[in-house]
């Protein structure tokens, strides 16, 4: 097959495709912090909220991005993975995420991972 029909032949699978977040596009997140807070009431209750901002750096939209968080006990311990995600990421767009855990175990998250998932 020519070179030329290969290269046409590959385009139309993979355009497609570049609607799609993924971990290797490039999504930044420019800024992200964490609050704890224990509320007690007949039941103690607890929230750690991860908030940030992030952007499409990229000259296409992207479709269907999510932040995961992973929080960590004191111990290293994974308390649970959450997400929040947007449906469409215009060109150089700016996203305002926020990621929760809520229950009696939040106010134990010592620290966090941050990434782009999908």
Not at 46 to 72: H, K
Not at 101 to 110: C, E, F, H, M, P
Request: with cysteine; proline share 4%; hydrophobic share 40%.
């Amino acid at each position: 097959m020519p070179l030329s029909r290969r290269l046409i032949l590959l385009s139309l699978i993979l355009i497609p495709c570049l609607n799609a977040c993924s971990p290797i596009t490039a999504v930044r997140v420019i800024r992200h912090d964490i609050q704890v807070s224990e509320f007690t009431a007949d039941v103690t209750q607890s929230t750690a909220t991860v908030e940030g901002q992030a952007q499409n750096t990229l000259l296409w939209p992207l479709d269907d991005c999510r932040i995961c968080v992973t929080f960590y006990d004191y111990g290293g311990n994974s308390l649970g993975v959450f997400s929040d995600g947007i449906k469409r990421l215009e060109p150089g767009q700016l996203w305002n995420f926020r990621v929760a855990l809520n229950g009696s175990d939040a106010w134990k998250v010592a620290r966090y991972d941050i990434s782009i998932c999908n």
